[in-house]
Nanobody, 122 residues
């Protein structure tokens, strides 16, 4: 059974940093592409960063240069390093195990972390 366990998150002032870890269990972590999503109330969950098994990364424009996705296959863990945080980064963040098909990342059904709240204050 695939399980993704998130930690980290919390309250941070604008301009600050947070790192979100997400540990995977029950699947061959190194063979999965991984993604980070975020969701604000009333809106759809959106992909913000994705990491191929090759190590190549992709980001939404609004997080480029501020956020970084990385992985440690020895620890079966994917990370989202968030720097220069802004109040509009406030959201629930989710990790996901999925796959790229061409240029597009597709989340695997049932392969979601439990979500973690990130709140950025002025």
């Amino acid at each position: 059974q695939v399980q993704l366990v998130q930690s980290g998150g919390g309250l941070v002032q604008a301009g600050g940093s947070l790192r979100l870890p997400c540990a995977g269990f029950g699947f061959t972590f190194s063979r999965n592409d991984m993604g980070w999503y975020r969701q604000v109330p009333g809106e759809q969950r959106e992909l913000i960063a994705a990491l191929r098994t090759s190590g190549a990364t992709e980001y939404k424009d609004f997080v480029k240069g501020r956020f970084a996705i990385s992985r440690d296959n020895a620890k079966n863990t994917v990370y989202l390093q968030m720097n220069s945080l802004r109040p509009d980064d406030t959201a629930v963040y989710y990790c996901n195990a999925g796959h790229f098909r061409g240029s597009y990342y597709y989340p695997d059904a049932g392969s979601w972390g439990q979500g973690t709240q990130v709140t950025v204050s002025l």
